[in-house]
Every structure is written in structure tokens, then in C-alpha cells.
């Protein structure tokens, strides 16, 4: 069964560097997303992507974040400038069309960032 | 609107012993449900979805989910607890909002299974 993979597994960066995220999702899923979970709390969404731009992002998407798809295949989150509280696990997700009960989302295994 | 309440931040049951994890939702449009799985250190799993079909849905890893309307629930149940059902598990409602659908994750419930 197709998966959404991402990568790396676990990512450790100092306060104050840029890291990116990636994932690679599902071949003919349109629809991509990023959430992330900090340890012990919710689920927390992040930002939706279709059709090569932002179609929603949540308070916690500030200029600080950023998605791109550089090419047909990855998808990709940019923290410019990480504080320690962007520690979290980041959590790709992918899907063929929002909202109908038979296009649920499928997830990545995340990527575990710690920023000391 | 749409939000998910789960209703139980934990719940601790017996190898051997039903499993029920509660869901309440609130949608102002037919929602999609679903319920994801989050085993330690891994990703949300899939386990199963309810799409306006049957009421009663059967997922993956002998759990089953009940779609009731008239009590806004959606909660899971398992009839014999295994070791490996210990996880997190996410309520997760699609539903339609002025801006579009929106998927609102629950606030989770950890299932732990005593031996």
C-alpha cells in the first residue's frame, strides 16, 4: 500500500537555524498538509497545500514557516529561524480530495525536531 | 463549526476486557469520522472511517466504530483488549466550514492494558 514518507526521522538543530522537513507524499494524493504534535499535547494543524500554494494555515504558521513543493514528488516545511519551542513532532499528511469520507488523510511517521 | 471532544483523557482496561473510547462531534454539515491510532514514537495510523454508509464500521485490529446522529457520538469499541492496543488514539472529524473542510483532530485518548 502506497505511504507517505518522511524524512529525516529525527532532526536536532540549535536555536536561531533554518531546517527543512521533508516529505515525500502519496504519487496521486493532491492535497498535502503539515501538523505537528509537541510532546504530551494535541494534534495541531499547521497548513494545507493544493495546486501549488497555501489553501489554509493555522495561527501557528507565522512568517516563520514556510511550504514549498519544488518538484512533483516532495513536499517541504522551512523553519527560517527555530526557537526552542518549535521542538515538536512534525507530521506530513496527504490526501486525494479534502473532505469526502473516503479521502481521509494519510500520514506520514513524522519527524521528531529538537532545537537546543 | 465542527469540533470533536474525546471524553476520556485515559482509559485503563484488563487484557481480555472491552475497549470503549468516547467521541462526541458537533458539525453543522454531514461529517466524515474517522479514528486514528498513534502507537509510541510512531506515526497516525488509519483505523477506520465512517462515510454515510453503514452506521456500524468495522476497522482494522478488531475495533469497530458506531455512527449514532442522534447522540452526535462516534465512539470506539474493541470486544477483547490485546497487550499491543496501547496507544493514543485521535477522533477526527472532516467537516464543511465557511473557509472550506476542515479536519479537527480530538484531543486524543491513552489506552493502556494491564496485563
Known amino acids: 500500500e502506497p505511504e507517505v514518507t518522511q524524512t529525516p526521522s529525527h532532526q536536532v538543530t540549535q536555536m536561531g537555524q533554518e531546517v527543512i522537513l521533508r516529505c515525500v507524499p502519496i504519487?496521486?494524493?493532491?492535497?498535502f498538509y503539515w501538523y505537528r504534535q509537541i510532546l504530551g499535547q494535541k494534534v495541531e494543524f499547521l497548513v494545507s497545500f493544493y495546486n501549488n500554494e497555501i489553501s489554509e494555515k493555522s495561527e501557528i504558521f507565522d512568517d516563520q514557516f514556510s511550504v514549498e513543493r519544488p518538484d512533483g514528488s516532495n513536499f517541504t516545511l522551512k523553519i527560517r529561524s527555530t526557537k526552542l519551542e518549535d521542538s515538536a513532532m512534525y507530521f506530513c499528511?496527504?490526501?486525494?480530495?479534502?473532505?469526502?469520507?473516503?479521502?481521509?488523510?494519510?500520514f506520514g511517521n513524522g519527524t521528531r525536531l529538537t532545537v537546543t | 463549526a465542527q469540533s470533536v471532544t474525546q471524553l476520556d483523557s485515559h482509559v485503563s482496561v484488563s487484557e481480555g476486557t472491552p475497549v470503549l473510547l468516547r467521541c462526541n462531534y458537533s458539525?453543522?454539515?454531514?461529517?466524515?469520522l474517522f479514528w486514528y491510532v498513534q502507537h509510541p514514537n510512531k506515526g497516525l495510523q488509519l483505523l477506520l472511517k465512517?462515510?454515510?454508509?453503514?452506521?456500524l464500521v468495522k476497522g482494522i485490529n478488531g475495533f469497530e466504530a458506531e455512527f449514532k446522529k442522534s447522540e452526535t457520538s462516534f465512539h470506539l469499541t474493541k470486544p477483547s483488549a490485546h497487550m499491543s492496543d496501547a496507544a493514543e488514539y485521535f477522533c477526527?472529524?472532516?467537516?464543511?466550514?465557511?473557509?472550506?473542510?476542515?479536519?479537527?483532530f480530538g484531543a486524543g485518548t491513552r489506552l493502556f492494558v494491564k496485563a
Open positions: 465512517y462515510t454515510s454508509a453503514a452506521t
Open positions: 499528511a496527504s490526501s486525494e480530495i479534502p473532505g469526502q469520507g473516503n479521502s481521509p488523510l494519510h
Open positions: 504519487s496521486n494524493h493532491l492535497y
Open positions: 477526527v472529524v472532516i467537516g464543511l466550514n465557511t473557509g472550506g473542510f476542515k479536519t479537527i
Open positions: 458539525s453543522s454539515y454531514s461529517p466524515s
